[in-house]
């Protein structure tokens, strides 16, 4: 069932299936947070098919992530978001169409309950701004350790939007 979307978004903008059977609210009725048994759903958005191919195989081998869709550009992004959910968005920043820091702004004001971590080339303070300011959560350079990467992954669960990570 892996495969591309059918409902007419992007030529590379895929949606993974999901096995919906363990999949629990953050949060009971009453607003109250309960500890989450499901697999955090990540999204990834680069236009580079080998770094998604790399990412998923990475992802892959984590029990608790679990990769529901690639997009790649900015608006298959903010689509897939509206129609998967994820709990976090792996963000490229250079992307065609929209780029990731307008997919930020706009994901983050459409559902900011995502966590968007802003996965990038550009080592500039004036661009990690840009994108906390329009709504990402995490600001992280391409080259840095997979490591990082995953902690920021899972360290969204229980973090409020106001505890931003940056490297």
Not at 56 to 67: G, P, S, W
Request: hydrophobic share 40%; charged share 25%.
């Amino acid at each position: 069932m892996f495969g591309h979307n059918t409902n007419g978004v992007g030529s590379g903008c895929k949606a993974w299936p999901r096995d919906r059977s363990s999949f629990r609210p953050a949060t009971e009725p009453t607003g109250v947070a309960v500890e989450s048994t499901s697999p955090i759903r990540v999204l990834l958005a680069d236009d580079h098919v080998v770094v998604r191919q790399g990412l998923v195989r990475l992802l892959q081998d984590q029990a608790d992530i679990e990769v529901v869709g690639e997009a790649t550009d900015g608006n298959e992004a903010v689509d897939l978001c509206r129609q998967v959910r994820p709990d976090v968005v792996i963000m490229d920043v250079n992307m065609p169409k929209a780029n990731g820091l307008d997919a930020t702004r706009q994901i983050a004001s459409e559902a900011p309950e995502i966590r968007i971590i802003a996965l990038t080339v550009y080592k500039s303070p004036d661009m990690e701004g840009l994108l906390l300011g329009a709504g990402a959560w995490a600001y992280l350079p391409k080259d840095g350790p997979f490591s990082v990467l995953i902690d920021r992954i899972r360290g969204h669960r229980g973090a409020s939007k106001s505890d931003r990570l940056h490297p």
